[in-house]
């Protein structure tokens, strides 16, 4: 079974501080992807990343930017933490080939206060 | 106007019912459909693929209206373990537009 996990479930941070949220998977893929989730709006694409050290934004990448040292590894930055970045974060990879299924993990719960 | 447009529902319906959702699209080029499943509190996790010729997973049903830009995902003989938020998906050029979702709540 594919296996994505997030380093936090819930997180709360203040206004201003940088935000660190860190996202593994175990099969060798090659795409991992960041999106936020809010109620009405569902899930926004902030970046996404293809391969080692390459990225690629988004619909909502202002505010945010991103790190792929590790394959397996995909980690989104708040540079400074803001109120309106409150949000469910969930992280997800695919195979290239045309594959479209993602797999997502559990997703991070963020309060900036 | 959104990329993907859903009804957000909630849908309250009774075990054993059928119920429909729809979902429309904007963007003619889109290439591929997908529709994930939302349980409470829990990461989307794909459901199943629509295909233009329409496909069928057991009481799941997906139709694709390319003309018309729409969706839809008919469920037969409902069961509680159905509740949850369904998720409409297009795959547009690298990456994938999700709906918002439609709310799903089946009592016995």
């Known amino acids: 079974d594919v296996k994505v996990t997030q380093s936090s479930r819930y997180l709360v941070k203040r206004t201003g501080e940088k935000v660190f949220l860190e996202c593994v998977q175990d099969m060798d893929h090659e795409n991992m992807f960041w999106y936020r989730q809010d109620p009405g709006l569902g899930l926004r694409l902030i970046y996404f990343s293809y391969d080692v050290k390459m990225k690629e934004k988004g619909d909502i990448p202002e505010g945010y930017s991103v790190s792929r040292e590790k394959k397996e590894r995909f980690s989104l930055i708040l540079e400074s933490a803001s109120t309106n970045q409150t949000s469910m974060y969930l992280c997800a990879s695919t195979l290239t080939g045309g594959s479209y299924e993602q797999y997502f993990g559990p997703g991070t719960r963020l309060t900036v206060t | 106007r959104k990329e993907v447009e859903q009804d957000p529902g909630p849908f309250n319906v009774p075990e054993g019912a059928t119920v429909a959702f729809n979902c429309t699209y904007s963007n003619s080029a889109s290439q591929s459909f997908f529709w994930y499943r939302q349980d409470c509190r829990k990461e989307p996790k794909l459901l199943m693929s629509?295909?233009?010729s329409g496909n069928e997973d057991g009481r799941f049903t997906a139709q694709l209206n390319r003309a018309s830009q729409y969706i839809s995902l008919l469920i037969r003989d409902s069961k509680l373990s159905d509740s949850a938020t369904y998720l409409c998906?297009?795959?547009?050029?690298?990456?994938?537009?999700f709906g918002a979702g439609t709310i799903l709540r089946v009592k016995s």
């Open positions: 629509v295909y233009s």
């Open positions: 998906v297009v795959h547009n050029g690298n990456k994938l537009v």
